[in-house]
């Protein structure tokens, strides 16, 4: 197994969705590992897309590859809380029905329904925040040429937010057993391969899928250098969602 440890240099104010509390919409410290694969180009979805995601179809060859991106984790971190008003700019406009219209109230034309919103915050990841992932590659496709070129910049979030990766020479983990050991970074909980191994752990209550932090478990482990410490078996575990 070859794991290549990454940093990731937010060059622009980046925004996820991960939870809208009335006016707020807010993202959580993190960045999660289904949005970071896209990012890097592991895996390409259609501009259009009919229906819900596309996760098996995009990530279950992944896992036929041995190819694996954990959940970025910050090691420096800003959050920036900024407000946006999506409002017309116009002489007279009224809010009726879940949209603002410029049309006045004797007008006929039946004015519809919007789904997004007209106003609030929004909190982000700060611009020069600087957060560590891992890509696990189990059959060295990538230091053999076989597999995904490793991009030195991404587009992430909303917004399409610049940021800078920073890669690490690849380290050649060892496998072994502990009964008790603190997990380097997040997980996803999905891709877990055996959660009942699962001893104690905060969670972030995000879609599609939890992502935990301070993990600590049992079982069989893919030791690093560096003291880099990952649960043997991770994969998309996108059959559960």
């Given at each position: 197994?070859?794991?290549?440890?990454?940093?990731l240099v937010l060059w622009e104010h980046t925004y996820f969705a991960s939870r809208e509390i009335d006016p707020l919409y807010a993202t959580e410290p993190l960045i999660g590992n289904y949005a970071l694969t896209y990012a890097l180009d592991l895996c390409r979805a259609p501009y259009h897309i009919q229906g819900g995601p596309r996760y098996k179809e995009d990530f279950l060859p992944l896992n036929e590859q041995g190819l694996y991106v954990t959940p970025a984790f910050f090691r420096q971190l800003r959050m920036i809380t900024t407000r946006f008003n999506a409002q017309i700019e116009s002489y007279y406009y009224r809010f009726t029905n879940n949209a603002i219209t410029m049309r006045r109230p004797d007008e006929a034309k039946k004015i519809?329904?919007?789904?997004?919103?007209?106003?609030?915050?929004?909190r982000?990841?700060?611009?020069?925040?600087?957060?560590?992932?891992?890509?696990?590659?189990r059959d060295h496709?990538?230091?053999?040429?076989?597999?995904p070129r490793l991009l030195p910049y991404i587009r992430l979030g909303k917004f399409m937010s610049k940021a800078r990766?920073?890669?690490?020479?690849?380290?050649?983990?060892?496998?072994?057993?502990?009964?008790?050991a603190h997990v380097s970074g997040m997980l996803n909980a999905a891709d877990i391969e055996n959660q009942e191994a699962l001893?104690?752990?905060?969670?972030?209550?995000v879609h599609p899928a939890p992502i935990l932090y301070d993990v600590?478990?049992?079982?069989?482990?893919?030791?690093?250098?560096?003291?880099?410490l990952l649960p043997a078996g991770l994969h998309y575990g996108v059959e559960r969602l």
């Open positions: 197994m070859h794991i290549y440890p990454a940093e519809n329904a919007v789904n997004y919103p007209q106003n609030g915050r929004i982000m990841l700060g611009q020069g925040s600087r957060a560590q992932f891992y890509v696990l590659d496709r990538i230091a053999e040429g076989r597999g990766v920073l890669w690490s020479k690849p380290l050649v983990a060892r496998q072994i057993e502990n009964q008790h001893l104690v752990y905060s969670a972030y209550h600590e478990m049992s079982g069989r482990f893919w030791q690093g250098e560096r003291q880099i």
